[in-house]
């Protein structure tokens, strides 16, 4: 299976969740059993030499994957979750979407100091989701060994809010 076919699996929804946007819409890919299977083979085969002691996801879709990344590989999963959703202490950073702006929310005590952490969500847009989450895990003292992404829509330039870190995409638009 080649990353072509897995490409074939995204959906494009036009105008969604605001005119003008085309989301990038994974949930057909992950229906299906070979290209689950393939997705997550291929994530793990860079991810695991970076030796990640946690997956950190992104809420939502970076959950999915996440997950079976940790999973996979033996490590923990962490979640960075809207506000609010967290029951316990947390820290949090806002910053701006593609469309509107966002926050999002670690537990204070998620990482460990030195923890080797992997970021791991769904699209990498402008990168403001991304750049702030390595932003809280590095304040709670974990080492961002890398950033990996299903999708990366290039011309959106994402990749320069991740300067300085390893990041990686399997399929690019
Ligand atoms: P950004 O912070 O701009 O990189 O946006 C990344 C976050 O927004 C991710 O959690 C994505 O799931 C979501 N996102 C942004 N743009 C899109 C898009 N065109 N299609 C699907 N998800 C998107």
């Not at 979750?81 to 998620?110: F, I, M, Q």
């Not at 847009?125 to 829509?153: N, Y």
């Amino acid at each position: 299976m080649s990353v072509d076919d897995l490409k074939a699996k995204i959906r494009d929804v036009p105008d969604f969740p605001e005119p003008g946007i085309v989301f990038k819409d994974i949930m057909p890919l992950l229906a299906d059993p070979a290209s689950l299977n393939e997705t997550l083979d291929l994530l793990a085969e860079w991810v695991e030499p970076r030796k990640p002691d946690v997956i950190l996801g992104a809420e939502a879709r970076g959950f999915i994957l996440g997950a079976a990344l940790a999973y996979k590989l033996g490590c923990g999963f962490v979640a960075a979750r809207r506000p609010g959703k967290l029951p316990w202490k947390t820290v949090s950073a806002t910053y701006a979407l593609e469309y509107g702006e966002n926050s999002l929310e670690l537990h204070a005590d998620a990482i460990d100091d030195g923890q080797r952490v992997l970021v791991h969500d769904d699209v990498l847009a402008t990168g403001g989701t991304a750049r702030a989450i390595c932003d809280l895990a590095s304040q709670l003292g974990g080492e961002i060994v890398g950033v990996a992404f299903v999708i990366e829509l290039d011309f959106l330039d994402g990749r320069k809010q991740l300067d300085g870190y390893d990041s990686y995409s399997l399929i690019h638009y």
